[in-house]
C-alpha cells in the first residue's frame, strides 16, 4: 500500500495475534491512550508516520480489532483479538 505520501508500506504478521508495520516510513508520532497520565510506549493509543496511515487501538488489521500499540526497539507492534 501507499500512504498520502506516497511512500510504501504493509502490515506484517508475526504470529497469530501480533502484527507489524514496515514500509518507507520516518517521523513517527505518537499519542497515549485516554486518561493516561503520562505516555506508555508499551502501551499506545495511537502511532502516525509521516504520510500516514494514522493507526489507533480500536481499528483493523485484516479484519482483526486492534487491541494494544506498542513501539520498541525492533518497531511498532500491534496486538490484536
Known amino acids: 500500500m501507499r500512504n498520502r505520501n506516497g511512500d ?3 502490515f506484517e504478521k508475526i504470529d ?3 502484527y507489524t ?3 518507507e516510513l ?3 508520532r505518537y499519542g497515549g491512550r485516554d486518561g493516561q497520565e503520562r ?3 508499551s ?3 495511537f502511532v502516525d508516520p509521516s504520510g500516514g496511515p494514522f493507526v489507533s487501538v480500536g481499528d483493523t488489521i485484516e479484519g482483526r480489532t486492534i487491541v494494544r500499540i506498542m513501539a520498541d526497539p525492533e518497531g511498532i507492534l500491534f ?3
Do not use: A, P, R
Request: charged share 20%; proline share 0%; glycine share 10%.
Open 39 to 41: 505516555m506508555d510506549f
Open 16 to 18: 497469530n495475534h501480533t
Open 21 to 23: 508495520i514496515v514500509g
Open 26 to 28: 520516518t517521523h513517527w
Open 8 to 10: 510504501f508500506y504493509s
Open 43 to 45: 502501551d499506545l493509543g
Open 79 to 81: 496486538k490484536v483479538e
